[in-house]
């Protein structure tokens, strides 16, 4: 992003609303060119051109606030970290169970945890 | 012009958080290394971008590297696209606060999905951080192995 836009390198001299306005328009414009421009150079949105913006990839039906999800009160408290550092760990451990069936399978020697 | 960008309707129809009914991506879910991720949303990190303040703010916006700076948020998801961004917080703020922020205000995390973040954000529900002081580059990487054992020597595996 910072590489991309010139803009983004320098302090432009403007008030502080409009610096911080500025990543998030170039944030906007990266995932339209993004979007309209990954099939080649010839296929530009029509509806854009045509004045319409393109549709959301979410409609107001999905928008529910249970398919959206809960804001939080605050910093996370000691469970929801326990909880947290639980899931990390089941992770690991069924990539680590994956990854020696898988060395298994190759007759190759499984290294012992560190 | 900046406005338009940077404001409804051009931002929010860019810029979309998913929800718990939307799909994994493919890129994701059609690769079998990623099977471990499959409730994994996208990346979040924060970024300092440069910023012009009066003489009287400008304690507030200096960043830990020196510079004078406004700390944004960004997360973006595995197709490269952002999906949430936070900008204009004091330089001076660390990335753990601007998250916490922003879950109290705007950012709502569908229950059990999750974000990968790096340490500066401390572990909670809605993001993956990885676990400290441990190397996770393995010689496999280079040897272009099917596996990947990002966590693998932090964990007491039993017998």
Known sequence: MKRRWRILQLPPEYAMDIQARLPMALCALHNFIHRCDAPGPDIIDQDFLDGDLPDPIFTDDDMGDDARGELTDGPADAAERRRADNRRDEIAAAMWADYVEERTRHGLAIPAPM | ?159
Not at chain 2, 33 to 49: E, L, S
Not at chain 2, 111 to 121: E, I, P, S, V, W
């Open chain 2, 1 to 159: 012009m900046l406005t338009f960008f940077s404001d409804d309707p051009f931002y929010s129809s860019q810029i979309q958080f998913p929800t718990s009914n939307s799909s994994v991506p493919l890129a994701i879910s059609d690769d079998p290394r990623f099977r471990f991720f499959d409730n994994c949303i996208g990346a979040i990190d924060g970024t300092h971008i440069r910023a012009f303040t009066s003489l009287e703010d400008q304690a507030f916006m200096r960043n830990r590297k020196g510079y004078i700076s406004q700390n944004c948020l960004f997360v973006c998801d595995f197709d490269f696209l952002f999906i949430y961004s936070l900008c204009g917080c004091d330089g001076s703020s660390a990335d753990a606060a601007l998250w916490n922020d922003a879950r109290q205000h705007d950012l709502r995390i569908p229950g059990g999905r999750y974000l990968l973040a790096d340490a500066g954000f401390g572990t909670c529900d809605a993001l993956l951080v990885p676990y400290r002081g441990v190397r996770y580059h393995l010689k496999e990487w280079r040897q272009a192995s099917l596996t990947l054992v990002y966590f693998l020597t932090f964990v007491n595996i039993p017998d």
